[in-house]
């Protein structure tokens, strides 16, 4: 028991001393640690029975390095339900804390009667200016169907006075061409009678002949004047043509452009009609949104958590229900400065939540903050085991799958493996001492009882195991685990 004493006194003394160095502690334990061997080989030496030593073996293990961070669910998204109608009452509400509701389900329904008549008085305003525009609409129409007509009339009466004048020009070409067929015919006959004139000697055929050309010299004369009468004639009625030509296609012109003037006075009326359509029918939309809005609905899915109105109160903006969003959870977990820098986005991350009897399910790390959260933060995550006095850092982790028993609150514990190595030989931590001179060491126990010294250097470290390197270290020798117990370690340092 001599041992036994020997390490209370060491406890008792660093417990009476809290602000001893390192260094110092590290003597006292390497002399602690002199004293019990020397304990042990004097007991050896005298015959005694050898103490009780407690080992572990050195084994070759896969050591996992990890992040145990402490947190609480949290829901992905809180909805305030809220109306942009105010000052109205609250005619009756549909849900209750509790209940689930889908988008669009109706939350209240307020009073619409105000809503509800300038709404109508928008619609009668609306009507009044349709039906003004349509009679607008209705008379540019007509106009334009008449110049339309009007014009179809004017081309057709232009056309006729043209194929008129035609007419008549085509007559008089006509009638001076056969004057001048007779024209022709006469003067031949002339010629003739002229010959046989010159060869008869018969005196009374002579004479007769003589009367003949003078009845046919007056024929040639009058189709001579009948000729050049023609010719000013058909001077007149080609003139005539053109003009007739010309007013055509002046009134042609007038039609066209009365048509065009009456067809856009027809535009202009729809165009000041759907104008003047704009501010009515916003006022009616308006209204309507207003009448609308007065029927307050979940704009998400979710549980109702808070519901601080009831039938019968006067709205006065404020929020009507929240809506919590349970679709999905996350952990708001958190983390602290020695263990931010080994967390990243996209680790995988093992949760529990007893209280919704998951253990060990997977998640992913989806945020992980480049700044300590807030003292009054801090101070909640101390509460969730992290320490007040070390900076604390939110890291967000979603779960792979859903669950039905996860509530907003409950308390969560999120496990990150951030390094691995396997195959490597390794003891418990509490094996692992150090010297007189700050190097760490081992005691091994060989089948004889001998305790010898190793000298090791660290290798990577987990909660409980250590990997251990350096010359002698081999698989399945026997470690010594110090007698002293995780309590009595935590009355010595603390």
């Known amino acids: 028991m001599k041992i036994k004493e020997t390490l209370r006194k060491v406890r008792g003394f660093a417990g009476r001393h809290k602000k001893i160095t390192v260094p110092a502690l590290i003597l006292i334990l390497a002399a602690g640690s002199f004293i019990i061997r020397t304990q042990i080989a004097a007991k050896l030496s005298t015959g005694g029975e050898m103490p009780e030593v407690r080992t572990a073996a050195v084994e070759k293990r896969d050591l996992t390095q990890s992040v145990t961070m402490s947190g609480t669910v949290q829901s992905f998204g809180m909805h305030s339900v809220t109306s942009q109608v105010s000052g109205v009452e609250i005619k009756s509400v549909n849900v209750n804390v509790g209940d689930r509701v889908s988008k669009g389900d109706v939350i209240a329904i307020l009073d619409d009667s105000q809503a509800a008549a300038d709404r109508n008085a928008a619609r009668e305003s609306l009507a009044y200016t349709e039906e003004s525009n349509d009679l607008s609409i209705s008379s540019a129409q007509r106009n334009y169907c008449n110049a339309r007509e009007d014009e179809k009339i004017q081309r057709q009466r232009g056309k006729e006075a043209v194929g008129d004048a035609a007419d008549k020009y085509n ?137 601080p109105v009831k039938a019968g109160d006067i709205y006065k903006g404020d929020v009507i229900a929240t809506i919590q969003d349970d679709s999905s959870y996350m952990i708001s977990a958190t983390a602290d400065q020695f263990d931010i820098p080994s967390l990243a986005v996209g680790q995988k991350a093992l949760i529990t939540v007893k209280a919704a009897e998951i253990e060990d399910k997977g998640g992913l790390i989806e945020r992980v903050a480049v700044a300590p959260i807030t003292a009054s933060a801090i101070s909640e995550g101390a509460a969730q085991g992290a320490s007040s006095g070390d900076a604390g850092y939110q890291v967000i982790v979603k779960l792979d799958s859903a669950n039905d028993k996860l ?33 760490y060491y081992i005691e091994t126990v060989d089948e004889s009882g001998e305790i010898s010294r190793i000298h090791v250097e660290y290798g990577m470290k987990t909660e409980y195991y250590s990997e251990i390197r350096g010359e002698g270290v081999k698989e399945n020798l026997k470690a010594v685990i110090p007698e002293t117990s995780a309590d009595e370690e935590e009355e010595l340092f603390y």
């Open 171 to 307: 007559e008089l070409t006509q009638e001076k061409a056969a004057a001048e067929s007779k024209l022709i015919a006469t003067q031949k006959k002339i010629e003739e009678t002229r010959k046989a004139l010159d060869k008869e000697t018969d005196p009374v055929k002579k004479e007769k002949l003589k009367e003949t050309l003078e009845a046919d010299k007056a024929a040639e004369a009058a189709l001579i004047e009948q000729i050049d009468a023609f010719d000013i004639s058909i001077a007149d009625a080609e003139k005539a043509v053109r003009d007739a030509q010309n007013a055509r296609d002046d009134n042609d012109r007038a039609a066209s452009r009365s048509v065009e003037e009456q067809r856009e006075a027809l535009e202009a009326a729809k165009l000041s009609a759907r104008q003047s359509l704009v501010s009515p029918e916003n006022e009616v939309n308006k209204a309507s949104q207003e009448v609308d809005k007065c029927t307050v609905r979940a704009d998400s899915d979710g549980v109702i958590i808070d519901l």
């Open 407 to 439: 509530r907003a609150g409950m308390k969560a514990k999120v496990v990150v493996n951030v390094f691995e190595k396997k195959n490597v030989l390794a003891v418990p931590d509490e094996c692992i001492q150090t010297d007189e001179d700050g190097r």
